[in-house]
């Protein structure tokens, strides 16, 4: 491998690192259907099946491959029972704070809803939690989803003023942050953030040239000293929305009530992407 | 004699055993491949649990055309793509990049713009590249798992080592200059 490839590898590696999760082979057969395995230390042994199956076997295979779609509409009617209980169930709980694919909240954690508002017929919160090890998270979410997440997207980082915990990552306060989607069938590709409390506005550069110019509003208790944003991105505004680069800011710049720049993000280049003159440098 | 013949050639299909040694010795690496694709931590993890599932259950089908390892991976990436079409369309962005500020150090800044430039490549491109630096497969491995030509896999990563390295230097040059 060159020094090259050794740097990539390296770097790659950084980007998903291996993790120590432990192998689960017994999931792994009874998702298979295999529940009569001798255990015969680590490695557990079945027989082979005969290459050539007889009659006999194929109408067993038959008579399973029946038993089976049985077993499945019969799973299928049950859902059909289950389902709203469980949907009961899910709309007394914000959907972060139960899932697993996202960071975990500092213990007794609430979710607070720091803004909110409607973009056509859609309406929409913006919420935030404390997190164990990535400061404060920012969750946009449609309406009708804050119990199932569907259509939400997320981010997280160590944001100035929000408390740190042992765990939190040793990366630097952020003064702005933002968190930007493409269109959905429920929202509009946008752009949320957060941003330092004597920021009244946030400037957005695209690439093009572009400028969004958006107000921010002061959060709720305990989040006063922290001002959000959010916009929706027309396609005007985004070019294509579904190449997901044009949605990407070049910069952003949060501007004071006298019109001074209180913070700025510049963000790496990306791919073709030939970064705008920013008000940062 | 002939079908005798015929019968000699017929490949065995693998036991459990087999396949449980590789899962077991490749376990780490198929997950850290499986969720590179899948997008995420648990989707990952759900794609190797079932594309050995699938695999065992698919077992009898096995020709021997690849090696039992270079199957199983393509199992478990056929698994990995699903996963990640259905978590796009339930879940939105879950996770997706944050920025620093102008202040923050280069390091993470400069990974932020690898992981950019790596979610750019086309889909086969980065699929090459995780199967080859992630799983450490040889081309021959990474083009039976992906069912292409060996030498499109070196084509391929070529090509993915040249955007990679272009978007390195420039953001490495933009630094500098800052």
């Known amino acids: 491998m060159t020094h090259e490839s050794s740097e990539l590898c390296l770097r790659l590696h950084a980007l998903t690192p291996r993790r120590d999760e432990q192998p689960d082979w017994m999931d792994v057969l009874a998702r298979a259907d295999i529940t009569h395995v001798p255990m015969i230390g680590a490695a557990s042994v079945s027989p082979n099946r005969p290459v050539n199956h007889g009659r006999k076997s194929r109408m067993r295979r038959r008579r399973l491959l029946v038993n089976k779609r049985r077993m499945a509409l019969l799973a299928a009617l049950a859902l059909v029972v289950i389902t709203p209980v469980v949907a009961l169930g899910d709309a007394n709980g914000w959907w972060f704070l139960r899932s697993n694919r996202v960071p975990a909240p500092v213990p007794d954690a609430n979710a607070t809803v720091v803004a909110d508002g409607q973009w056509g017929e859609q309406g929409w919160k913006l919420v935030t939690y404390f997190s164990k090890t990535d400061g404060l998270c920012l969750s946009m979410m449609p309406q009708d989803a804050v119990a199932t997440g569907k259509g939400a997207s997320m981010s997280c980082a160590p944001f100035v003023g929000v408390p ?35 920021a009244t506005e946030v400037d957005i550069g695209f690439a093009d040239g572009r400028v969004l110019h958006v107000p921010t509003s002061t959060g709720p208790p305990p989040l006063e000293h922290v001002r959000f944003y959010a916009t929706p991105l027309g396609a005007s505004s985004s070019g294509s929305q579904d190449s997901g680069v044009s949605l990407r800011p070049a910069w952003l710049a949060g501007v004071g009530a006298s019109h001074q720049i209180v913070t700025c993000l510049v963000l790496p280049p990306s791919g073709n992407v030939n970064p705008s003159v920013s008000p940062c440098r | 004699m002939k079908k005798a013949q015929e019968a000699m050639e017929v490949p065995l299909p693998p036991t459990l055993a087999d396949i449980e040694d590789v899962y077991r010795r490749g376990f780490s690496r198929f997950l850290q491949v499986a969720e590179a694709i899948a997008g995420g931590v648990e989707p990952g993890s759900e794609a190797v649990q079932e594309g050995f599932a699938r695999a065992i259950r698919a077992r009898f089908a096995f020709r021997a055309e690849s090696s039992l390892e270079t199957w199983l991976w393509s199992c478990v990436l056929n698994a990995a793509r699903t996963s990640r079409i259905r978590e796009r369309s339930s879940l939105g962005e879950v996770g997706s990049s944050v920025m620093g500020d102008a202040s923050i150090d280069v390091l993470p800044l400069r990974d932020a713009a690898l992981a950019d430039a790596v979610s750019c490549l086309p889909e086969r491109q980065r699929e090459m590249l995780f199967l080859r630096y992630y799983a450490d497969l040889d081309y021959r491995s990474i083009a039976g798992a992906l069912d292409v030509e060996v030498g499109t896999v070196g084509a391929a990563l070529a090509a993915a080592h040249t955007t990679l390295r272009n978007c390195l230097t420039r953001w490495l040059d933009d630094a500098r200059i800052k």
Do not use: E, F, M, N
């Open chain 1, 164 to 198: 740190r915990t042992p765990t939190t990552k040793d990366t630097p306060d952020l003064r702005i942050t933002y968190l930007g989607a493409s269109a959905t069938a429920k929202l509009p590709a946008y752009i949320v953030g957060a941003v330092v409390d004597d």
